[in-house]
């Protein structure tokens, strides 16, 4: 963790020098007042500068590492990598390394589960929502390709047998995917039936 | 498998010194007991139990590579 000391006439004195040394915003610095300034007999005698310590407080990417890092370690995988990038309200992470098929699991089981808890961890420090995407083996890609194709493959099926087709339980994500392939479809229709997490996507003639 | 459960609990409390975290160990199976603050039940259960399902199957993934069976079980 970077982290300065430094002083001057008043606190804010100290924390612009701060902000000039790390060459960080004032926003993402954490300030310890270690101590405060006294002005002293003519602003001479006796007068002490201020000093305060300033520390680059750590991005969500960063803590979401940190979290995700142990967690993985805990758990017994051997991650050669974790990626992250960060943009605005949003974090990118991919996990690399052996054994990814655990870390995946039945139909992206676990990572799903390891998406959610890193999410909970960044989103409780913060006040704004940051998404958090956690990703392995390319797998949301392919599942995405994947779900595309089945959509499609289903909606034919439905425009020549004329008869519904429900579709098995989806999270709201996977869901998505399925309702915007078919959108634009000439023939069927898609909707949501079921309560979570047992809501289904329905595809129906139009 | 009790440190896994232990810190993902922590991470996620209010009261990280409250959590307690017992392991009953089986031939086969391995049951976690997760204890922590009655004010911190919501943030380890969740909406519809979502959150103590997220730490089952992230708890289920890392006993599997060990070859047991794990039970996580929160009081």
């Keep these: 963790m970077r982290s300065v000391e430094s002083s001057g006439k008043t606190i804010d004195e100290a924390i612009l020098m701060a902000v000039a040394q790390l060459g960080v915003q004032r926003d993402n610095l954490e300030i310890e007042i270690l101590e405060e300034p006294v002005k002293g007999l003519f602003g001479i005698i006796g007068a002490r500068d201020a000093r305060i310590r300033a520390t680059v407080k750590k991005t969500p990417g960063e803590k979401a590492k940190e979290f995700l890092l142990e967690m993985l370690e805990l758990m017994g995988i051997e991650a050669a990598a974790v990626d992250v990038s960060e943009k605005s309200n949003c974090i990118n992470i991919e996990i690399k390394g052996s054994g990814m098929g655990l870390l995946i699991g039945y139909r992206g089981e676990t990572l799903d589960a390891i998406q959610y808890l890193v999410s909970l961890y960044v989103n409780k420090q913060t006040e704004e929502y940051i998404r958090v995407i956690v990703d392995a083996e390319n797998y949301r890609a392919k599942r995405e390709e994947t779900l595309k194709r089945l959509a499609r493959r289903l909606a034919h099926k439905v425009a020549k047998t004329k008869k519904r087709v429900v579709l ?39 | 498998m009790g440190e896994l459960v232990k810190f993902i609990a922590q991470s996620l409390v209010d009261n990280p010194e409250m959590v307690e975290v017992r392991e009953i160990e089986g031939e ?48």
């Design chain 1, 168 to 206: 098995e339980p989806m999270n709201p994500y996977e869901r998505r995917i399925i309702h915007s392939a078919l959108q634009n479809n000439r023939f069927v229709k898609t909707y949501s039936e079921g309560e979570e997490p047992h809501r289904r996507v329905v595809i129906a003639l139009k």
């Design chain 2, 28 to 75: 086969q199976s391995v049951i976690i007991e997760l204890k922590v603050a009655p004010e911190d039940m919501g943030k380890v259960i969740g909406k519809q139990g979502r959150i103590a399902k997220a730490i089952r199957t992230v708890v289920k993934a890392a006993a599997t590579k060990q070859n047991k069976r794990a039970i996580v079980e929160i009081l």
